[in-house]
């Protein structure tokens, strides 16, 4: 069951942060250089149909594996502990993408043609490097590089 749940919570890394990645350095540059915001728009639409399923799976299995690793949820908040260090941090991250997400949800909606595109431009490059960093912690943690439970 915990092999499962790792492949769920990477392959959704996977999902997500590889879209992420694919917009921001393939997709953006392509429509910055045609001038055309909807190059981005058609493509980012696609990708978050299967991107914020994988977020979610993400966060889902996420919980669950903190759970698992670190014997329940009482020491969550005890930043002595450091797999809920580690946690903070991967929410944290999570925080700010939602935060980015309704951005573009709310003020977003509001622009049209290249204004868009550049506002776009911002928050996929920035939800990008958070993805990254995402994964970046998640093998860190794997491989003892940034979190062992000592």
């Known amino acids: 069951m915990l092999f499962g749940l790792i492949l769920i919570h990477v392959l959704g890394a996977c999902v997500w942060t590889g879209g992420h990645l694919y917009l921001a350095l393939g997709v953006l540059p392509r429509a910055f250089k045609r001038r055309d915001p909807t190059i981005l728009k058609g493509t980012e639409e696609m990708i978050e149909r299967v991107a914020m399923p994988a977020l979610i799976l993400q966060v889902l299995t996420g919980i669950e594996l903190f759970r698992r690793h670190a014997g329940g949820f009482e020491r969550l908040f005890d930043l002595d502990y450091p797999l809920a260090q580690f946690a903070a941090a991967k929410v944290a991250l999570l925080l700010a993408t939602i935060l980015l997400a309704i951005d573009v949800h709310t003020r977003g909606k509001r622009l049209e043609g290249m204004a868009w595109l550049r ?32």
Request: charged content about 5%; glycine content about 16%; aromatic content about 18%.
């Open 119 to 150: 506002f776009m431009s911002w928050h996929v490059i920035a939800v990008t490097v958070f993805g990254v960093t995402l994964v970046v912690l998640g093998v860190g943690y794997r491989t003892g590089t940034f979190f062992t439970l000592g």
